[in-house]
T-cell receptor, first 109, second 115 residues
């Protein structure tokens, strides 16, 4: 079983739509979780951390389900500028980061 | 602050050549790491360092060496380039909260082709 799994997509949505991405992880001892965004041919950048109680940052909502080892990212009111690849990242131990392969989002006018 | 810088941006090598990819950060981060990103494979950790003088292997260390003589610099050396090392290489740095790494800041990447 792969350590961090994501649906590669692409997810094609119109502007204004709501879209959700999921991610599962295999290491039950993982302690920190993140979503990174990567634009085409650019470096990854932190979008948001994921907290156990769930957290929101503007149009973005992240949730964690430790029992199911599942992380989600919800984007509301999609913008053209949201088109990117979204990477699910899990921290295990004190410095072992594992990246998912990413989910591609394409927002069209 | 420049953040994380990487040089060169692009490089073409012949099989068997050696070279060093440079990485520097000006944020006084303890943790630095090198990843490679290949199509369909995601980011894979090559080597990492939790401070000057300390390095360790990641998931795919074979064919690469690193050193960390200063907090700022973390060069990656390809000893004898092979076509399988054609990839995009990202350097990243982060502070450490307690014993855990924090937000990763990535450099712009080096696109390496080995012929």
């Amino acid at each position: 079983r792969k350590e961090v799994e994501q649906d590669p997509g692409p997810f094609n949505v119109p502007e204004g739509a709501t879209v959700a991405f999921n991610c599962t992880y295999s290491n039950s001892a993982s302690q920190s979780f993140f979503w990174y965004r990567q634009d085409c041919r650019k470096e990854p950048k932190l979008l948001m951390s994921v907290y156990s109680s769930g957290n929101e940052d503007g149009r973005f909502t992240a949730q964690l389900n430790r029992a199911s080892q599942y992380i989600s990212l919800l984007i509301r009111d999609s913008k053209l500028s949201d088109s990117a690849t979204y990477l699910c990242v899990v921290l295990s131990g004190y410095s072992t980061l594992t990246f998912g392969k990413g989910t591609m989002l394409l927002v069209s006018p | 602050n420049a953040g994380v810088t990487q040089t060169p941006k692009f490089q073409v090598l012949k099989t068997g050549q050696s070279m060093t990819l440079q990485c520097a950060q000006d944020m006084n981060h303890e943790y630095m790491s090198w990843y490679r990103q290949d199509p369909g494979m995601g980011l894979r950790l090559i080597h990492y360092s939790v401070g000057a003088g300390i390095t360790d292997q990641g998931e795919v260390p074979n064919g690469y060496n690193v050193s960390r003589s200063t907090t700022e610099d973390f060069p990656l050396r390809l000893l004898s380039a092979a076509p399988s090392q054609t990839s995009v290489y990202f350097c990243a740095s982060s502070s450490m909260t307690g014993k855990s790494t924090d937000t990763q800041y990535f450099g712009p990447g080096t696109r390496l082709t080995v012929l």
